[in-house]
């Protein structure tokens, strides 16, 4: 088989709900878009993602954003794009106009809340389903990460049922605002440890009112956000989940257990459902170095065989593995996040059988280290990444001539196996 023809089912037209899509390639969210301080799109911003709509993808999902106002306070990265407030609804209509200059759909990522990863304060305590912290062991961060002894975070309060149903009800105004904005749908966020996710297992969620339990209780609070979503927006706006597919843990909750929550969030005016590889607790599976974990360990099949509705799928890089998952029935669509920081155009060079030509992410992590330290995320393969609002060839400019090699130096000493080393022996192991 030519090379052609083993991309061609990337390159087959698809739809979520009534929503065409010109391929089964979709940029999965990522937060490396650079909002400003008010939270909302900056130029740069527009710029981002108007690249990856002009470089052929059939739909962009937008991550690093925020639904609710205690999500916002409690972030542990800043800047965010807000889509708890209503100022910021003029500047995402002129994010979603330049995407829809080239035909390409966008949909806004919902986070309700950090969570167990949140940061707390004297006066907002971090909140989750139940009372359990996030233990990280230094082996589960994925490649180019360096955390002596891992990390371990604070212990979050039970959720009252009060705040949680204000969360739900803050969900469906931020869905409002964002079909105001011109976006073609949202997606609720109930993967890693955030917040939505910790109803969904039960060794992260072990109350016992309506929230706990059960599958039907534990899929409650998204089926309910979903629910009145669905009323507020029509039936035409896309209303996605992103959901864990595996928590990859010895008493976590495997492929069969998320996809009953799944299944039972679907009935309530689902699209489409994303898979999630891992927990932060075992953050390498979200960020791999080989190819097809999801479909390997049976989870899209685990999906495939209880939904309706199309599935989206990440951990691809190579165009010929993401093509067969689509020709097998176990995607509909296959999400790219770090091969499009690589590469833009990744799709239109598949369109123009010019794969020979992509360039291709080194699976580094460089971009991740960055956005962790807050800093302007970059591509070590692409350098215009981060930068697609200058000219190209421009100068740095005057506020980045500082910033820039203090950053590389940061970078540079925290990725030293040897310096690292040292920290790790003289520092104690909290877990």
Do not use: W
Not at 365 to 387: K, L
Request: with cysteine.
């Amino acid at each position: 088989m030519n090379q052609e023809t083993a991309v061609a089912p990337l390159l087959q037209n698809g739809r979520i709900n009534r929503t065409e899509l010109k391929n089964r390639i979709v940029m999965g969210p990522m937060a490396a878009a650079a909002p400003g301080d008010d939270g909302a799109p900056s130029r740069q911003t527009i710029a981002f993602f108007r690249a990856r709509a002009k470089g052929g993808v059939s739909m962009i999902i937008m991550g690093g954003s925020i639904a609710t106002t205690r999500g916002y306070a409690e972030a542990m990265l800043r800047p965010l794009l807000r889509l708890d407030i209503d100022e910021t609804i003029p500047g995402f209509r002129k994010l979603t106009d330049a995407v829809h200059e080239h035909g390409t759909p966008i949909i806004a990522q919902l986070t309700p809340g950090f969570g167990r990863m949140g940061v707390p304060a004297p006066d907002r305590p971090l909140i989750s389903a139940s009372p359990i912290n996030v233990v990280i062991p230094e082996a589960n961060f994925p490649a180019g990460f360096i955390v002596p002894h891992g990390r371990v975070t604070e212990t979050p309060q039970e959720a009252t049922i009060a705040q949680i149903k204000h969360y739900e009800d803050e969900m469906v105004l931020a869905a409002v605002r964002a079909r105001k904005a011109g976006f073609d749908g949202v997606e609720v966020a109930a993967h890693m440890s955030y917040f939505a996710a910790s109803f969904s297992s039960p060794r992260t969620n072990f109350r016992t009112d309506e929230y706990g339990g059960s599958v039907e209780n534990r899929a409650r609070f998204l089926r309910n956000i979903v629910t009145a979503t669905r009323a507020a927006v029509g039936p035409d706006f896309i209303i996605g989940l992103r959901i864990t597919a595996n928590e990859y843990l010895p008493d976590g909750q495997g492929p069969d257990g998320y996809a009953a929550i799944a299944a039972n969030v679907e009935a309530a005016g689902l699209d489409y459902v994303a898979l999630s590889a891992g927990a932060y607790e075992t953050m390498s599976a979200s960020a791999p170095s080989t190819d097809g974990a999801l479909v390997d360990g049976g989870e899209a099949a685990a999906f495939r065989k209880v939904l309706k509705g199309p599935i989206l799928i990440q951990g691809f890089h190579a165009p010929e593995r993401a093509a067969k998952v689509v020709k097998d029935g176990l995607a509909d669509f296959v999400m790219l996040a770090r091969p499009l920081l690589a590469d833009p155009d990744f799709a239109n060079k598949l369109k123009d059988n010019k794969t020979d030509s992509i360039t291709v992410c080194d699976r580094h992590n460089t971009c991740m280290r960055r956005m962790v330290f807050g800093m302007p995320v970059r591509c070590t393969v692409n350098p215009r990444m981060g930068r697609e609002e200058r000219d190209e060839g421009a100068s740095r400019p005057a506020s980045r001539l500082l910033k820039a090699p203090i950053e590389e130096a940061v970078l540079s000493l925290t990725g030293s196996t040897t310096l690292m080393g040292v920290i790790r022996s003289v520092t104690p192991n909290k877990q």
